[in-house]
C-alpha cells in the first residue's frame, strides 16, 4: 500500500499564498503581444478615418448614378446635399452633428456592444487579459456587472436596429442601379453591393440573431425552418470574427471610392450605360 504525500502548502486550498513562485508574468515565449497590438492599430486607424469623413460634410453622394456612402445613410440634416436625402432632412445642419446621425449611433453601440469586438477591445486597449496565460492588466475583476459595461447587456437590442439599418444600405445600393440613360451599373454598384452583402453576413451571424432564431426551442423537429434558419446563421456566426473585420474593410473602400467620384478624383469604371 502507498501513502500520499500531503499536499505542498502552495497546493493546499484556503492559503493566501500564491500556486507557484514564479517572477515572470508569463511563461509564454511567443509573441502573444502581436494580436492586441494589431487590433489597436487597426481598431485605431479605422476610427480616426470613420471619424474624419462623418464631420467632412462633403463628397458622400454621386448625383449622376446616386452613389451614397455608408457613412452618410439616410443623410437627414438640412446640409444634405440635393437629392442624397431619401428620408427628409429635419435635423438642423450644424457641424457637430452628422448627417446620418440617426443611424450612426446605433452602429455605434451595435459594434461596441459585439460579442467579438467585446472580446477584442477588452484584450487590447484594457488588457483584460491581453492574451491567454498572461496576467490580466487591472488589480481587480468585476466583470460586466458595472456601468458602463452593464450595458453591454443591450446588444439584442441593437441589433434590431442594425437589422433596419442593413435594410436602408440595401435601399440605397439598388436605388444606385441608375444612370442618365436609365438602368446602368459600375464599378461603383459593386463595391456598394459587396459591402451590403458583407454587412448582412455580419448582421445576421451576430449571437444575438442566432438566439432571436433558434432560442428557446424544445423540439426543432417541430420547427423546420426554424432549424434551418438557425443552422445557416450557425455556420456564419463561426466566421464572426472574421466578417467583423471584413465589414470594417468594405465599410472604408466603400465610403473612399464614393468620396473619390464625388470629388472628381478619378471617374466610375462604368459597364452598362
Not at 107 to 121: I, M, P
Request: aromatic residues 18%.
Amino acid at each position: 500500500m502507498t501513502l500520499k504525500s500531503p499536499p505542498t502548502p502552495a497546493a493546499q486550498p484556503g492559503r493566501g499564498r500564491a500556486r507557484a513562485a514564479i517572477a515572470a508574468k508569463t511563461l509564454r515565449t511567443d509573441r502573444w503581444w502581436f494580436a492586441p497590438l494589431i487590433t489597436v492599430v487597426g481598431l485605431t486607424a479605422w476610427v480616426i478615418y470613420a471619424t474624419v469623413r462623418v464631420f467632412m460634410h462633403k463628397w458622400y453622394w454621386v448625383d449622376q448614378y446616386h452613389y451614397l456612402t455608408p457613412f452618410y445613410s439616410p443623410c437627414v440634416t438640412d446640409r444634405c446635399v440635393e437629392g442624397s436625402s431619401h428620408f427628409g432632412s429635419f435635423l438642423p445642419g450644424w457641424w457637430i452633428i452628422p448627417d446620418a446621425a440617426l443611424t450612426l449611433p446605433f452602429l455605434l453601440l451595435f459594434r461596441l456592444t459585439c460579442y467579438y469586438y467585446r472580446k477584442a477591445y477588452y484584450r487590447s486597449f484594457w488588457l483584460s487579459p491581453p492574451a491567454c496565460a498572461v496576467p490580466d492588466g487591472h488589480k481587480a475583476y468585476s466583470g460586466e456587472t458595472r456601468f458602463p459595461l452593464l450595458g453591454q447587456n443591450l446588444h439584442r437590442y441593437f441589433f434590431y436596429a442594425a437589422f433596419i439599418i442593413s435594410l436602408i444600405n440595401t435601399w440605397d445600393a439598388i436605388y444606385a442601379f441608375h444612370s442618365p440613360k436609365g438602368f446602368g451599373f459600375g464599378l461603383g454598384n459593386l463595391i456598394l453591393l459587396g459591402n451590403v452583402v458583407m454587412l448582412w453576413a455580419y448582421t445576421i451571424s451576430c449571437h444575438s440573431c442566432r438566439h432571436i432564431i433558434g432560442g428557446r426551442l424544445k423540439h426543432f423537429s417541430k420547427h423546420p425552418l426554424r432549424y434551418r434558419a438557425w443552422t445557416f446563421i450557425s455556420m456564419l456566426n463561426v466566421r464572426h470574427m472574421q466578417l467583423a473585420w471584413i465589414t470594417l474593410g468594405t465599410l472604408a473602400l466603400t465610403d473612399f471610392y464614393v468620396m473619390a467620384v464625388a470629388a472628381g478624383w478619378f471617374n466610375d469604371l462604368r459597364f452598362i450605360n
